[in-house]
C-alpha cells in the first residue's frame, strides 16, 4: 500500500533532486594555524540543527591542534534534515569550497553528529573522506570496527539521552573483541566517552523539543565539553595524519589514557548485560535460582538452559542428586527488543524487555533435601519482587560512584510493586512484565506462579535496571499524548 510515509519519501527524492547541491551550504571557517599538516574537516549536522551551531565546536578543535585544520560547516538540508540523497552532493560542495577558500591537500574528514552519522557512515565508505569522526552517533551494529575502511573516532557523551551510553559500549565491544589487532584499532577505532556530557553539547545551543526532551541534563558546561572535544579529535587527527614524532607520542599516549577510561565506564554495562545471557545459559536465572536456595550453601548446584516457545511454554524445571549433592535445573527465556526499525534504534533500549524464569520454589528445595527436622533452613519463601530488588542492587553496585549519585540526588527511582500471581501456565506465559512510568518513577510488577514444586517469574533484567540508573531516571517524566 503506497501511504503517506512512502509518498513523503518520494517527494523528498523529487525535490532534492530537482533543488540539487545549490540548496546546501557550507560556512568555511579557515585555520588559525599556519603550519602543520593541513586537514579539512566537513561538519554534517545532526537532525534540525543549523550549521553555525557548530562553529564553537569546530574552533575548540582548531585551537587544540598543531594541525593547519580547516572547516566546513556544511546546512540547509531539505527540511534541516540530512538525507541520503544530499549527502554525495553535500560532501562535494564542501570540498568545492574549501579549495576555493584555499585548501590545498586532499585530507577530509567527514564529522557528523545524531542523525548525521547514520547517514555519513554509509556514504564515507566508499568516498574522498580519509577518516570519520562520529559524535553521539555508531556505525551499523553488525559493522565491525576492525572491517571499517577508514580511520574512525566514535565520540560519545555520558549522559547524553539520544544516543545511550549503552549503545556505545556496543562499539567499545567490538574494540576488545579484535584481539589480533587490538593495539592498532586502539588508535585507528577509538571509542571514547566525555564525562558528564550529553547529546546537545557536540553542538551549541538548544535543540528541537523533542530531541531536548529526549536528552539528559549535562554536569559540564558547553565550554568544558567543546574543550574534552577539541582535546579527543586533536589526539585522533593527530595520531593519524601527523608527521611530527613527538606530537604522534603524546596523541598516542592521550588515546591510551582514554581507552583505560572507556574501561572502566563501559566494561560495567556488559558485565551487567552479559548476565541475561552468554547464548545458552542466562547467569541471571542461575543467580536468582541460588538466592532462593541460600540457606543450603555448597549442597545445591545450579544450571540453567535458554529457550524459546513452545519449548519453553512446555518444560519444567528439574532436581537431580549426585551424591549428596542437589542439581536444579532450570530455564529461561529472554524477551529481547525488536532491533529491524531504524527510528527506534536511535534512542532505543539495550536491554531486554523481560526475563521469564522457571525455577524449583523454595519448598520444594526443603523437602527434596530431607530437611524436615531442620526447620532454622525453612524460612519465608521468596518473591519475584525480590528478584526485582536484587536486579538493582546488583544495577547500583555496578554503575560508577557519579552514576549513583546522580540517581539518588535526581533520578527518578524504580519502585517495586507487589508481585501479580497467577495460578495456571496457561495465564502466566501470555502474561507480560508489568512496568509504566510517571512522576514517581518506573514502576515494576513481576509475573508470578507458585505451586509447591515450581516458581516460575517474569522479572526486570539486570540491564535494564542498569539503564534506567544511568539513562532514563534522569530525564524528565513527560506524560504520553
Given at each position: 500500500?503506497?501511504?503517506?510515509?512512502?509518498?513523503?519519501?518520494?517527494?523528498?527524492?523529487?525535490?532534492?533532486?530537482?533543488?540539487?547541491?545549490?540548496?546546501?551550504?557550507?560556512?568555511?571557517?579557515?585555520p588559525?594555524?599556519?603550519?602543520?599538516?593541513?586537514?579539512?574537516?566537513?561538519?554534517?549536522?545532526?537532525?534540525y540543527?543549523?550549521?553555525?551551531?557548530?562553529?564553537?565546536?569546530?574552533?575548540?578543535?582548531?585551537?587544540?591542534?598543531?594541525?593547519?585544520?580547516?572547516?566546513?560547516?556544511?546546512?540547509?538540508?531539505?527540511?534541516?534534515?540530512?538525507?541520503?540523497?544530499?549527502?554525495?552532493?553535500?560532501?562535494?560542495?564542501?570540498?568545492?569550497?574549501?579549495?576555493?577558500?584555499?585548501?590545498?591537500?586532499?585530507?577530509?574528514?567527514?564529522?557528523?553528529?545524531?542523525?548525521?552519522?547514520?547517514?555519513?557512515?554509509?556514504?564515507?565508505?566508499?568516498?574522498?573522506?580519509?577518516?570519520?569522526?562520529?559524535?553521539?552517533s555508531?556505525?551499523?551494529?553488525?559493522?565491525?570496527?576492525?572491517?571499517?575502511?577508514?580511520?574512525?573516532?566514535?565520540?560519545?557523551?555520558?549522559?547524553?539521552?539520544v544516543?545511550?551510553?549503552?549503545?556505545?559500549?556496543?562499539?567499545?565491544?567490538k574494540?576488545?573483541?579484535?584481539?589480533?589487532?587490538?593495539?592498532?584499532?586502539?588508535?585507528?577505532?577509538?571509542?571514547?566517552?566525555?564525562?558528564?556530557?550529553?547529546?546537545?553539547?557536540?553542538?551549541?545551543?538548544?535543540?528541537?523539543?523533542?530531541?531536548?526532551?529526549?536528552?539528559?541534563?549535562?554536569?559540564?558546561?558547553?565550554?568544558?565539553?567543546?574543550?574534552?572535544?577539541?582535546?579527543?579529535?586533536?589526539?585522533?587527527?593527530?595520531?593519524t595524519?601527523?608527521?611530527n614524532?613527538?606530537?604522534?607520542?603524546?596523541?598516542?599516549?592521550?588515546?591510551?589514557v582514554?581507552?583505560?577510561?572507556?574501561?572502566?565506564?563501559?566494561?560495567?554495562f556488559?558485565?551487567?548485560?552479559?548476565?541475561?545471557?552468554?547464548?545458552?545459559?542466562?547467569?541471571?536465572?542461575?543467580?536468582?535460582?541460588?538466592?532462593?536456595?541460600?540457606?543450603?550453601?555448597?549442597?545445591?548446584?545450579?544450571?540453567n538452559?535458554?529457550?524459546?516457545?513452545?519449548?519453553?511454554?512446555?518444560?519444567?524445571?528439574?532436581?537431580?542428586?549426585?551424591?549428596?549433592?542437589?542439581?536444579i535445573?532450570?530455564?529461561?527465556?529472554?524477551?529481547?527488543?525488536?532491533?529491524?526499525?531504524?527510528?527506534k534504534?536511535?534512542?532505543?533500549?539495550?536491554?531486554?524487555?523481560?526475563?521469564?524464569?522457571?525455577?524449583?520454589?523454595?519448598?520444594?528445595?526443603?523437602?527434596?533435601?530431607?530437611?524436615?527436622?531442620?526447620?532454622s533452613?525453612?524460612?519465608?519463601?521468596?518473591?519475584?519482587?525480590?528478584?526485582?530488588?536484587?536486579?538493582?542492587?546488583?544495577?547500583?553496585?555496578?554503575?560508577?560512584?557519579?552514576?549513583?549519585?546522580?540517581?539518588?540526588?535526581?533520578g527518578?527511582?524504580?519502585?517495586?510493586?507487589?508481585?501479580?500471581?497467577?495460578?495456571?501456565?496457561?495465564?502466566?506465559?501470555?502474561?507480560?512484565?508489568?512496568?509504566?512510568?510517571?512522576?514517581?518513577?518506573?514502576?515494576?510488577?513481576a509475573?508470578?506462579?507458585?505451586?509447591?514444586?515450581?516458581?516460575?517469574?517474569?522479572?526486570?533484567?539486570?540491564?535494564?535496571?542498569?539503564?534506567?540508573?544511568?539513562?532514563?531516571?534522569?530525564?524528565?517524566?513527560?506524560?504520553?499524548?
Open positions: 500500500m503506497f501511504g503517506l510515509a512512502s509518498f513523503c519519501r518520494v517527494l523528498l527524492v523529487f525535490l532534492t533532486i530537482l533543488t540539487g547541491s545549490e540548496s546546501i551550504s557550507s560556512m568555511i571557517l579557515e588559525i594555524k599556519s603550519t602543520g599538516e593541513e586537514v579539512g574537516l566537513i561538519f554534517i549536522p545532526g537532525a540543527i543549523k550549521a553555525e551551531q557548530y562553529r564553537k565546536t569546530a574552533r575548540a578543535i582548531q585551537l587544540a591542534t598543531e594541525l593547519r585544520v580547516w572547516v566546513a560547516l556544511t546546512g540547509n538540508y531539505f527540511y534541516n534534515v540530512v538525507n541520503t540523497n544530499e549527502m554525495s552532493m553535500a560532501v562535494d560542495a564542501a570540498i568545492s569550497e574549501l579549495k576555493k577558500a584555499g585548501m590545498t591537500s586532499e585530507t577530509y574528514v567527514g564529522v557528523a553528529h545524531g542523525w548525521g552519522g547514520y547517514y555519513l557512515r554509509d556514504y564515507a565508505s566508499d568516498s574522498r573522506l580519509k577518516a570519520l569522526v562520529l559524535m553521539g555508531t556505525i551499523t551494529r553488525t559493522t565491525s570496527l576492525r572491517d571499517f575502511p577508514i580511520p574512525l573516532l566514535t565520540l560519545a557523551a555520558e549522559l547524553d539521552g544516543t545511550r551510553i549503552t549503545r556505545i559500549a556496543v562499539e567499545y565491544e574494540l576488545t573483541h579484535n584481539t589480533t589487532g587490538f593495539f592498532k584499532g586502539l588508535y585507528r577505532t577509538p571509542v571514547i566517552y566525555i564525562e558528564g556530557a550529553n547529546h546537545a553539547q557536540f553542538a551549541s545551543g538548544e535543540l528541537r523539543p523533542r530531541l531536548k526532551s529526549a536528552d539528559l541534563k549535562a554536569d559540564i558546561s558547553d565550554k568544558q565539553a567543546h574543550r574534552e572535544i577539541g582535546k579527543y579529535l586533536n589526539s585522533f587527527l593527530t595520531a595524519f601527523s608527521s614524532d613527538s606530537q604522534i607520542d603524546e596523541a598516542l599516549d592521550q588515546l591510551s582514554a581507552f583505560l577510561r572507556s574501561v572502566k565506564k563501559f566494561q560495567p556488559l558485565d551487567v548485560r552479559n548476565l541475561d545471557t552468554d547464548g545458552e545459559e542466562s547467569m541471571w536465572t542461575l543467580l536468582a535460582q541460588e538466592y532462593f536456595a541460600e540457606e543450603y550453601g555448597g549442597r545445591v548446584a545450579v544450571s538452559k535458554i529457550l524459546q516457545n513452545p519449548w519453553f511454554f512446555g518444560k519444567e524445571p528439574t532436581i537431580s542428586f549426585n551424591d549428596d549433592h542437589m542439581i535445573g532450570t530455564i529461561a527465556l529472554i524477551h529481547a527488543r525488536d532491533r529491524t526499525d531504524f527510528r534504534l536511535l534512542r532505543g533500549k539495550e536491554s531486554p524487555i523481560e526475563i521469564n524464569m522457571k525455577l524449583v520454589s523454595k519448598d520444594a528445595i526443603w523437602k527434596a533435601l530431607g530437611s524436615q527436622n531442620d526447620t533452613l525453612r524460612s519465608e519463601p521468596n518473591t519475584c519482587k525480590s528478584l526485582n530488588r536484587l536486579a538493582l542492587i546488583l544495577a547500583l553496585s555496578s554503575s560508577s560512584e557519579e552514576a549513583r549519585e546522580r540517581y539518588f540526588s535526581r527518578r527511582p524504580i519502585i517495586l510493586e507487589n508481585d501479580a500471581m497467577r495460578g495456571f501456565n496457561t495465564l502466566w506465559a501470555p502474561t507480560s512484565l508489568q512496568t509504566w512510568e510517571d512522576e514517581e518513577g518506573l514502576h515494576v510488577r509475573i508470578a506462579l507458585v505451586t509447591s514444586n515450581d516458581h516460575y517469574c517474569k522479572v526486570m533484567s539486570p540491564y535494564r535496571a542498569m539503564e534506567w540508573v544511568n539513562v532514563d531516571s534522569l530525564r524528565a517524566y513527560r506524560a504520553q499524548g
